[in-house]
């Protein structure tokens, strides 16, 4: 049975790993210490066994990582068999090193959360590797996706959005006007919600499943923190977490999330007041009402673009009101027009000079209403964007509001 490409199948969050009480593996992990985490047929998570008739290809996850000793990141790739241990001979002959790509960067005392799609290894796994410091780490499994079984799937495509805000608690937009407080939970129509300024979003009110989100959160007060859980509204909330926040924090995160039979999914703020925007950037289909999207294929992260090297683009940070345009279809495994529709990015934002934020659009699209990532001054923040590509040359633009910032991006896998 062919790996990729797959169609992708929403659960409802289930924690797989917390080195902090043992699921998954004992013990925060060290500098230069790579572990690979049980993913496929883990009791409860949703994920099928290897062995089974469904075996999976990708997996979804939700990583989160807490108490880092000092400031450094996590790489999650394809699982490879094995453990390796401690010091710069952490990978002997047969283990191979970690790509040159991170998914989480972290200051000492941060917790960062961030979305990772990555291929599960043939041993049912996906590899974690930390380069500095002790960290704890946190896997949320979100999704998975099948493998090629010579049918052609009509759940589970993937339909891209130019991204459209839904949610706004600062101007009313969803349907929720003022802050969330503390333990309340907030459910949101998406499927046949409309975008803030008007204007259907693109979610069709029947026909999906489960929706690509990116969630940020502003203004947060209450200490010592808190954490958003997004799930279904017709689920019990699940022990998980999608952002983890303090007092004053601005923090974006993607979020792929199954919706309701309703179309909905609940919002729950554990601790404090917060003001929380929603993005919807595209949705799964159902296969019976809508049968019509793209399959995923995953790659290992491969480094496109970094301006502090002229990587993909000119060797200069890109400042206030700037946009570059990143050429996408062909670069980085991912194929040339017309096969690729959309992509699966790391995108990090590093030597950042003031409060701002990021937007990825097709750039052959007008600029929406949205964010991918938001900051303040000082900060390395990354985050999964999920961005349909232009259709007259594969291409995506990304403008920076503010400031002046470096901009990295990791392709992660595309969809056709």
């Not at 979610?203 to 969630?215: C, K, Q, R």
């Not at 200069?316 to 700037?322: E, K, W």
Request: proline residues 8%.
């Amino acid at each position: 049975m062919a790996r990729f490409p797959g169609a992708y199948r929403p659960v409802v969050p289930f924690r797989v790993l917390d080195t902090r009480n043992g699921i998954g593996h004992s013990g925060s992990l060290g500098a230069g210490q790579k572990i690979s985490v049980a993913i496929a047929g883990v009791a409860g998570s949703g994920v099928p066994a290897m062995g089974s008739p469904t075996p999976p290809s990708a997996v979804v996850l939700n990583v989160t990582a807490t108490n880092p000793t000092q400031a450094g990141y996590l790489t999650v790739y394809p699982g490879q068999n094995g453990t390796c241990g401690l010091g710069v001979n952490c990978f002997p002959p047969g283990v191979p090193p970690p790509p040159v790509a991170s998914n989480l960067n972290f200051a000492a005392g941060q917790t960062v959360p961030n979305l990772v799609e990555v291929a599960i290894g043939d041993d049912g796994t996906v590899s974690l590797f930390n380069v500095a410091g002790n960290v704890d780490v946190i896997f949320d499994v979100e999704g998975w996706v099948t493998r090629q079984d010579g049918s052609s799937p009509t759940a589970g495509l993937f339909n891209p959005l130019v991204p459209a805000r839904i949610m706004d608690t600062r101007d009313g937009a969803g349907g929720h006007a003022g802050v969330m407080h503390a333990g309340e939970s907030f459910n949101l129509q998406v499927a046949g919600s409309m975008k803030d300024g008007g204007g259907a979003s693109g979610v069709p009110a029947s026909g999906a499943t489960g929706v690509v989100l990116n969630v940020t959160v502003t203004n947060p007060s209450g200490a010592p923190g808190s954490y958003l859980t997004l799930y279904p509204s017709d689920a019990a909330r699940p022990t998980a977490s999608n952002l983890n926040f303090v007092s004053g924090q601005t923090v974006p995160n993607r979020v792929m999330v199954k919706l309701s039979s309703s179309g909905q999914v609940a919002v729950f703020n554990a601790a404090g007041s917060v003001n929380v925007i929603i993005d919807v950037a595209g949705w799964y289909t159902d296969g019976v009402t809508a049968t019509t999207g793209g399959q995923f294929t995953g790659l290992a992260p491969t480094r496109i673009l970094d301006t502090r090297n002229g990587t993909g683009a000119s060797q200069i940070p890109v400042c206030t009101g700037q946009s570059i345009t990143l050429q996408v279809a062909g670069r980085g495994g991912v194929p040339g027009l017309p096969t690729a529709k959309g992509v699966v990015m790391n995108v990090t934002v590093t030597n950042t000079t003031a409060a701002s934020y990021l937007t990825v659009y097709p750039s052959d699209a007008t600029r929406p209403t949205a964010s991918d990532l938001n900051w303040v001054s000082g900060l390395t923040v990354p985050n999964l964007v999920v961005v349909k590509l232009s259709a007259v040359d594969g291409s995506v633009t990304i403008s920076n509001a503010q400031g002046c910032v470096d901009v990295l991006a990791d392709v992660v896998g595309w969809y056709n």
